[in-house]
């Protein structure tokens, strides 16, 4: 096809009722003020000007960031078609200026595949038309103009094998034509991803159609390029059983199960998990699933309840509920080989793991504890504690401050007064003390006040009182070996450091700072004169107190010098993120997980960070990235309907 018979076909189609004159080959530039030299597009708008592609908005404005309409992208393509396959691109205007391109296309079959593909993507209902004078979405320009030219006259130059933000949403054949124009260098997408932008507000600009018209038109101008790969591969979920839903349940995986649901020809929904490759390994025939624990799961069906192992099979079947003829009683796993049963009324009890009832159902609640241990109570008031075999072992007089053993200790109030329990439900530490800290034992000390006089003290496992810490107004529970208490001398507070022995740890670097937090991995946040920084275990200051606003987010700090201002990022060394992340509200929208920070950005798509701030992944994920401990994610796309697992290659 010869480049003039391309300008003229898109010279009268592309940009459309513009004031300004085409510019004649040999004009060496454009009049546009509004395309700075140094935009990307600058060279393509000057191409299409010079080559008769496209006029201005104006005589000195070409609007780069203005939109092309449906009805405009049909004229595009059915002209180059026209001229591409031996005809003149003379397109009759037919009722509206557009009928005839319109009637055109569809007597190609190109209309109907572009429409596919855009339903497919981007989840729109079949009856789906697009309006001619509404702005073109890149997607729909791109797929028409994949059908506009023999696939000959588009000899492959890349070799882009997927498109970041279209796997699997559209049919093998519509992604096939988009691979196309970006093997062709026609396509280079948006960022060095090569993502092609098929989110619903992601309309084609001017500036980008001018880049496609002059690459269309000149082969020269194609791009050769390479895409960076995320790290991660990317398969869709959904699509594993009829009508099955995934997005509005858990986006995580569980034990390397997704939990998801399904309707019903009766509009009713059923429940089950699938596996991380999208197979149905509990049936989605369920009215109720629970969360997966410690390989098992509840469920129910027709008032009838059991509890399933990640297999699907049947591991407890619970017996039949008085309360309510024709159910059986709820089951769920509560953990320690323990199933928690309940009542339609409200009540609870306990069966072993062979399936045998340990305790009646008749409690207000009960809490597994322990392989040995069970606390149970009536009508919300205290527990009783009773072992493996349903034995009551204590009496009802027991309020659980936790629910978990830390140093082989539970911390407990009995009268008023805290005390441990051990994993047996005996009185390790008698509850004599007016206060403990809420975190129990940790590094195998536990921070207590024995007398009504709020004075402190350590204790170890055995209860004896390891460092006398009456002397100090305030005091932190040992964490990483190191535990900051607060003294007052001269009526201010100063802040101290103690090591497990009582011994002050380094008094040298204590004394200069106002105040030192809880040490976590080996760096604990410090504060002088109201600005924060870090120090570590090891006495080095790694950030230097400076930031009216500083904190840790997960394995990294952050701190600003005023409020409003942007955050400096460093790892846990101190060592300030190199690039910068560009993680405007970090307190709402970044987590952490597997390794990786997630920040949900301003649309609020998400992108996925390494932890040197290497950005690994372009914004597409429509929901936080909810990594396991293995590098799996639940994720939907930002645009096309779909979820998909993201995994770590």
């Known amino acids: 096809?010869?480049?003039?018979?391309?300008?003229?076909?898109?010279?009268?189609?592309?940009?459309?009722?513009?004031?300004?004159?085409?510019?004649?080959?040999?004009?060496?530039?454009?009049?546009?003020?509004?395309?700075?030299?140094?935009?990307?597009?600058?060279?393509?708008?000057?191409?299409?000007?010079?080559?008769?592609?496209?006029?201005?908005?104006?005589?000195?404005?070409?609007?780069?960031?203005?939109?092309?309409?449906?009805?405009?992208?049909?004229?595009?393509?059915?002209?180059?078609?026209?001229?591409?396959?031996?005809?003149?691109?003379?397109?009759?205007?037919?009722?509206?200026?557009?009928?005839?391109?319109?009637?055109?296309?569809?007597?190609?079959?190109?209309?109907?595949?572009?429409?596919?593909?855009?339903?497919?993507?981007?989840?729109?209902?079949?009856?789906?038309?697009?309006?001619?004078?509404?702005?073109?979405?890149?997607?729909?320009?791109?797929?028409?103009?994949?059908?506009?030219?023999?696939?000959?006259?588009?000899?492959?130059?890349?070799?882009?094998?997927?498109?970041?933000?279209?796997?699997?949403?559209?049919?093998?054949?519509?992604?096939?034509?988009?691979?196309?124009?970006?093997?062709?260098?026609?396509?280079?997408?948006?960022?060095?991803?090569?993502?092609?932008?098929?989110?619903?507000?992601?309309?084609v600009t001017r500036a980008e159609t001018a880049a496609m018209a002059v690459r269309l038109a000149e082969p020269a101008q194609r791009k050769a390029f390479t895409v960076r790969e995320m790290p991660f591969t990317v398969t869709r979920i959904d699509n594993a059983a009829p009508g099955l839903d995934i997005t509005m349940f858990l986006l995580e995986v569980q034990e390397g199960l997704i939990q998801c649901g399904r309707t019903t020809p009766d509009s009713n929904w059923r429940y089950g998990y699938i596996n991380t490759e999208g197979k149905p390994v509990i049936p989605l025939e369920y009215d109720w699933v629970s969360n997966v624990k410690e390989g098992y799961v509840g469920v129910s069906k027709n008032g009838r309840r059991a509890v399933l192992d990640t297999q699907g099979n049947t591991a407890y079947t619970p017996p039949k509920d008085p309360a309510a003829p024709g159910h059986t009683y709820g089951a769920t796993y509560g953990g320690h080989g323990?199933?928690?049963?309940?009542?339609?009324?409200?009540?609870?009890?306990?069966?072993?793991?062979?399936?045998?009832?340990?305790?009646?159902?008749?409690?207000?609640?009960?809490?597994?504890?322990?392989?040995?241990?069970?606390?149970?109570?009536?009508?919300?008031?205290?527990?009783?504690?009773?072992?493996?075999?349903?034995?009551?072992?204590?009496?009802?007089?027991?309020?659980?401050?936790?629910?978990?053993?830390?140093?082989?200790?539970?911390?407990?109030?009995?009268?008023?007064?805290?005390?441990?329990?051990?994993?047996?439900?005996?009185?390790?530490?008698?509850?004599?003390?007016?206060?403990?800290?809420?975190?129990?034992?940790?590094?195998?000390?536990?921070?207590?006040?024995?007398?009504?006089?709020?004075?402190?003290?350590?204790?170890?496992?055995?209860?004896?009182?390891?460092?006398?810490?009456?002397?100090?107004?305030?005091?932190?529970?040992?964490?990483?070996?190191?535990?900051?208490?607060?003294?007052?001398?001269g009526g201010d507070n100063h802040c101290r450091v103690l090591q497990k022995d009582g011994t002050p740890w380094m008094p040298e670097v204590t004394a200069r700072y106002d105040s030192i937090d809880a040490f976590k991995d080996g760096a604990a946040l410090v504060s002088k004169d109201g600005l924060g920084g870090v120090i570590g275990a090891d006495g080095t200051e790694r950030i230097a107190p400076q930031y009216e606003d500083f904190t840790r987010f997960g394995p990294l700090f952050a701190g600003r010098r005023v409020v409003g201002a942007p955050y400096t990022f460093y790892n846990a060394a101190g060592e300030a993120l190199s690039p910068q992340p560009d993680w405007r509200y970090p307190t709402d929208r970044l987590s952490f997980a597997a390794g990786y920070a997630v920040y949900e950005g301003t649309e609020y798509n998400s992108a996925v960070f390494s932890l040197d701030g290497t950005q690994l992944t372009p914004y597409i994920f429509n929901s936080g990235v909810n990594f396991n401990d293995d590098g799996i994610a639940v994720i939907s796309l930002y645009g096309p309907i779909g979820t998909y697992v993201l995994r770590a290659k």
């Open 338 to 489: 323990m199933f928690l049963l309940s009542s339609e009324d409200g009540k609870w009890g306990v069966a072993d793991r062979t399936g045998k009832t340990v305790l009646p159902v008749q409690y207000g609640g009960v809490s597994v504890l322990s392989g040995n241990l069970i606390a149970a109570n009536r009508d919300w008031g205290p527990y009783a504690l009773f072992d493996a075999a349903g034995n009551q072992i204590s009496e009802a007089a027991y309020s659980l401050t936790q629910h978990e053993f830390h140093d082989g200790r539970m911390l407990i109030q009995r009268d008023g007064k805290y005390g441990f329990l051990d994993e047996n439900g005996n009185e390790a530490i008698p509850a004599q003390f007016h206060y403990a800290s809420y975190n129990g034992f940790s590094d195998g000390i536990a921070l207590v006040t024995p007398a009504e006089d709020g004075r402190f003290a350590y204790i170890d496992t055995a209860g004896n009182i390891v460092i006398n810490a009456t002397q100090y107004v305030s005091a932190n529970p040992f964490s990483g070996g190191l535990a900051a208490v607060w003294y007052q001398e």
């Open 1 to 203: 096809m010869k480049k003039q018979f391309l300008a003229a076909a898109l010279a009268a189609c592309l940009l459309l009722a513009g004031t300004g004159a085409a510019a004649a080959d040999d004009t060496p530039a454009h009049p546009f003020t509004d395309v700075p030299a140094d935009a990307w597009y600058a060279g393509t708008v000057e191409a299409a000007y010079r080559d008769g592609l496209m006029k201005g908005d104006s005589a000195t404005s070409f609007r780069p960031e203005g939109t092309v309409t449906v009805a405009e992208a049909w004229m595009i393509t059915a002209r180059l078609h026209s001229l591409s396959h031996g005809g003149d691109g003379n397109i009759p205007a037919g009722k509206a200026w557009y009928t005839g391109a319109q009637q055109y296309l569809q007597q190609q079959g190109i209309l109907d595949k572009a429409l596919q593909t855009l339903r497919e993507a981007q989840g729109y209902i079949d009856s789906y038309q697009p309006d001619p004078d509404k702005a073109a979405s890149r997607l729909y320009l791109a797929d028409l103009l994949s059908q506009a030219l023999p696939p000959e006259q588009l000899p492959a130059i890349n070799h882009i094998t997927t498109i970041p933000d279209l796997p699997a949403a559209a049919s093998a054949e519509g992604a096939a034509r988009l691979l196309t124009l970006y093997n062709a260098g026609v396509l280079t997408g948006k960022d060095e991803w090569g993502t092609l932008g098929v989110a619903d507000a992601d309309n």
